[in-house]
Nanobody, 122 residues
Framework: VQLQASGGGMVQAGGSLRLSCATS????????IGWFRQAPGKEREVVSC????????YYEDSVRGRFGISRENTRNMVYLQMDNLKPEDTAVYYC????????????????WGQGTLVTVSS
C-alpha cells in the first residue's frame, strides 16, 4: 500500500496549488481518501476527505470554500485543489486511506508517506 503526495511548492497569499496523491497496492475505489496537514510545531490535522465513489466529501472549517477534493479511480489518483491560499495553510500535506465519520474522517491503514510541503507567503 502506497500513497505519495506531490504538487507542493511556494506561493504568495491568494495563489493556488493542486496537490496530487498517487496510490498503488490496493483498489482505490474500495476506500475513502483524505488529505491531512502538519504545520511546524503543530499536530497533524485532517483537511479534507472524499468517499469511495466521490459523492461524499468533508472539509475542515478553515478550508471549506477554498479547497476542493476530487478523485480519478481509473487513474488511481486523488487531488486537492487549493485556491485563495493563506499563510496559515503552510504545512506538509499528506494523503492517506481514511474512514469517514460524521463530522470528520480518521486515518485507516497504511503509512503516512513523505508528504509534500506547501509554503504560503504573505
Amino acid at each position: 500500500v502506497q500513497l505519495q503526495a506531490s504538487g507542493g511548492g511556494m506561493v504568495q497569499a491568494g495563489g493556488s496549488l493542486r496537490l496530487s496523491c498517487a496510490t498503488s497496492g490496493f483498489r482505490l475505489d474500495d476506500y475513502a481518501i483524505g488529505w491531512f496537514r502538519q504545520a511546524p510545531g503543530k499536530e497533524r490535522e485532517v483537511v479534507s476527505c472524499i468517499s469511495e465513489s466521490g459523492l461524499s466529501t468533508y472539509y475542515e472549517d478553515s478550508v471549506r470554500g477554498r479547497f476542493g477534493i476530487s478523485r480519478e479511480n481509473t487513474r488511481n489518483m486523488v487531488y486537492l485543489q487549493m485556491d485563495n491560499l493563506k499563510p496559515e495553510d503552510t504545512a506538509v500535506y499528506y494523503c492517506a486511506v481514511v474512514k469517514l465519520r460524521v463530522g470528520t474522517c480518521l486515518k485507516d491503514f497504511g503509512s503516512w508517506g513523505q508528504g509534500t510541503l506547501v509554503t504560503v507567503s504573505s
